[in-house]
């Protein structure tokens, strides 16, 4: 079974340039989150997918982040414009049952974004 | 609201050595608490984590920890260290069993020395 990818796995670009990062999560998998990781600081919370509905967004910098799930498969999540401080590391996760009946979060391997 | 506090951005120690990664949470409501850990170039991986069930949780690769309510601490702990053990390890707390947001730590950094 495929786990969670993500695309790009680094990124570079100039402040006041657009990213576009995507996350493929784990087929079947109706929940999506993304979390964020600014160097030196903890993992945070951006937003909950289910399906293409957005759950809980409450972790969303700014307006500037734009996240969406077109047909509640992959999700993409755009920064424009990008600043420095949009800088770090972004983590996609899937979420569903796992053998017992409980349930988990599988995360992907990031994309590092650095913004100069 | 809830948090975690792992003390130690970087924990050393020998191969076949104890290991002890601390973490501390705070919570508002019964905790759920995880432990993941990073290898290069990979995504998180979950170790462990507290339901409520037993206090004392085994994972994965030899690791255990122990829900202490008291301490409000998750401490994880592995008997004898690997060099394959080396990689940033996550403490994690939610208000359910991982269907909802984790509210992660800092992470810390376990360096294993032959």
């Known amino acids: 079974e495929a786990g969670v990818t993500q695309f790009p796995s680094h990124s570079v670009i100039e402040k006041g340039q657009t990213v576009t990062l995507r996350c493929d999560p784990i087929s079947g998998h109706d929940n999506l989150y993304w979390y964020r990781r600014v160097m030196g600081k903890e993992i945070k919370f951006l937003l909950h997918?289910?399906?293409?509905?957005?759950?809980?967004e409450s972790g969303m910098p700014n307006n500037r982040f734009l996240a969406e799930r077109t047909g509640g498969t992959y999700s993409t999540l755009k920064v424009q414009p990008a600043e420095l401080e949009d800088s770090g590391v972004y983590f996609c996760?899937?979420?569903?049952?796992?053998?017992?009946?409980?349930?988990?979060?599988?995360f992907g391997p990031g994309t590092r974004l650095t913004v100069t | 609201a809830q948090s975690v506090t792992q003390l130690g951005s970087h924990v050393s120690v020998s191969e076949g050595a104890l290991v002890l990664l601390r973490c501390n949470y705070s919570s508002s409501v019964p905790p759920y608490l995880f432990w993941y850990v990073q290898y290069p170039n990979q995504g998180l991986q979950l170790l462990l984590k507290?339901?409520?069930?037993?206090?004392l949780v085994k994972g994965i690769n030899g690791f255990e920890a122990e829900f202490k309510k008291s301490e409000t601490s998750f401490h994880l702990t592995k008997p004898s260290a690997h060099m394959s053990d080396a990689a940033e390890y996550f403490c994690a707390v939610s208000v359910n069993s991982g269907y909802s947001t984790l509210t992660f730590g800092k992470g810390t950094m376990l360096l294993v020395s032959p």
């Open positions: 996760a899937s979420g569903g049952l796992v053998a017992g009946g409980t349930y988990e979060q599988y």
């Open positions: 507290y339901t409520s069930a037993a206090t």
């Open positions: 997918f289910v399906k293409e509905s957005k759950q809980d």
